[in-house]
């Protein structure tokens, strides 16, 4: 397969590409509550001949491929969308106070578009590519729920690969940057603390046990941790993002709940400062009368890119995009434009990836100057759909040629 002929099919599927993604962005669902976006994506693969099967509670696998022997290569994309009201001025925004605000709906319309390519040459695929279609990525479930379901055997996946459009970005759309060798997402851990006091009339404290007072004093001790107890250069993110209790303005509450994650890139740092979570809420608490249940609620380990993989990648998609629209992170890092591989944000694909040799890939959709400045997550972003070609092109092609080096 020539690199220019595969990039030249995918510019003519541009259009289908852009209407599959607007639909996807006006109908989006939550977690595993995807229903219309699965039934989208399943008739969508059936269409083209795929026969897709469900996988999980929402998930869904098709097959391209097996005409031939040789191995397996994975694409994921991820479906699901954030409880974020849309603001952002589109024709297309979405009305049901959901948002595809994290770009997962330009990840499915992009694997769509390279199921169609994969069936046009289906009979050049040196082997199977496994399309994996993921519910619930925001809350770090779905890819765990996919493996849970059998989604690395029958037949056995041989490496993987995923994509993220990145808004705000200062390249070009339609750009790449492969991940380099290690840890590029941190370990992510999402908690709850329940604060039981003691309610009462707020003219008098004495009778009560304040838990409002008491998650205060959590909040701000937890962020000792971090301060006081890890090493220089450790990395790790503790938030309190929610703090709720109560409901009148001279009442003490009984209880007062609060929400956070905990972002590591290193498994005994991650331990440690879990430990020390339950430690510190619990003493705090006790230290004010009432009593802290800390509670891990969901979370994914870190996302591992493998040093083989991420090589021969690079090489991939500089075939098919060209040297100025593709880059490595060591590349980036001797040009001047940083070194760390590592982000911030957190991504369940790291399940796959502590399984079978993976990478992660950005595509640059969105230039701040060019009216996406907006971040991730925000209810204003938009991405550039200039982006969408490019980046089916580049999931067929890298899992054609990766299958084609290694029979």
Same mark, same amino acid.
């Not at 001047?336 to 590592?342: C, E, Q, T």
């Not at 079978?356 to 060019?370: F, T």
């Given at each position: 397969?020539?690199?220019?002929? =595969? ?8 259009? #289908? ?27 969508? =693969?059936?269409?083209? /001949? ?5 996988? !999980?509670?929402?998930?869904? @696998? ?7 022997? !040789? ?22 925004? +979405? ?56 989604? *690395?055997?029958?037949?056995? @996946? ?6 993220? @459009? ?12 492969? +991940? ?14 329940? @604060? ?6 707020? +003219? ?50 009984? #209880? ?35 009593? &802290? ?20 990648? +690079? ?20 040009? /001047?434009?940083? /070194? ?21 890939? &950005? *595509? ?21 759909? #200039? ?21």
């Amino acid at each position: 397969m020539k690199p220019e002929k =595969l990039l030249q099919e995918a510019e003519q599927l541009q259009e #289908t590409i852009v209407c599959e993604r607007r639909y996807l962005h006006a109908h989006p669902g939550t977690g595993f509550d995807i229903a219309e976006t699965k039934e989208f994506v399943k008739k969508e =693969l059936e269409a083209m /001949g795929y026969a897709p099967q469900d996988c !999980g509670r929402s998930g869904l @696998v098709a097959l391209a491929g097996g005409k031939k022997p !040789g191995k397996v290569f994975l694409l994921r994309a991820d479906m699901d969308a954030l409880p974020v009201r849309e603001e952002a001025n589109v024709e297309f925004a +979405s009305k049901n106070g959901r948002m595809h605000a994290c770009g997962h709906d330009m990840h499915t319309a992009m694997l769509l578009g390279a199921a169609r390519l994969l069936k046009n040459h289906e009979e050049e695929i040196e082997g199977t590519i496994k399309l994996m279609f993921q519910p619930a990525e925001e809350i770090f479930e779905g890819s765990h729920d996919m493996i849970e379901s059998g989604l *690395l055997e029958n037949p056995h @996946v041989d490496a993987a690969l995923m994509i993220h @459009v990145m808004a705000g970005m200062p390249f070009e759309a339609g750009t790449v940057i492969v +991940s380099a060798p290690g840890v590029s997402a941190p370990a992510a851990d999402l908690f709850e603390i329940t @604060v039981q006091g003691k309610g009462c009339h707020g +003219s008098m404290p004495n009778n009560g046990i304040d838990p409002l007072n008491a998650a205060a004093h959590i909040l701000i001790a937890l962020q000792e941790i971090g301060t006081r107890e890890l090493p220089l250069g450790e990395k790790a993110v503790l938030t309190i993002g929610s703090m709720n209790g109560g409901s009148a303005p001279n009442v003490i509450p009984d #209880t007062a709940v609060m929400g956070g994650s905990l972002r590591t890139f290193d498994g005994k740092t991650r331990d440690f400062m879990k430990e020390r979570m339950e430690e510190i809420a619990a003493a705090t608490a006790a230290a004010f009368r009432a009593k &802290a249940e800390l509670r891990f609620t969901s979370g994914c380990p870190t996302l591992i890119n493998d040093k083989e993989l991420s090589g021969c990648i +690079s090489g991939y998609v500089k075939e098919l995009l060209g040297p100025g629209k593709a880059f490595s992170v060591e590349e980036l890092s001797a040009m /001047g434009g940083g /070194g760390a591989s590592g982000s911030s944000g957190s991504e369940d694909f790291a399940y796959v990836s502590q399984e079978v040799p993976s990478i992660m890939l &950005a *595509l640059a959709a969105g230039q701040p100057e060019k009216g996406y400045a907006y971040p991730q997550h925000h209810p204003m972003v938009k991405f550039d759909e #200039t982006a969408l070609a490019g980046g089916s092109a580049v999931y067929a092609y890298t899992a054609l040629r990766w299958l084609q080096e290694h029979q």
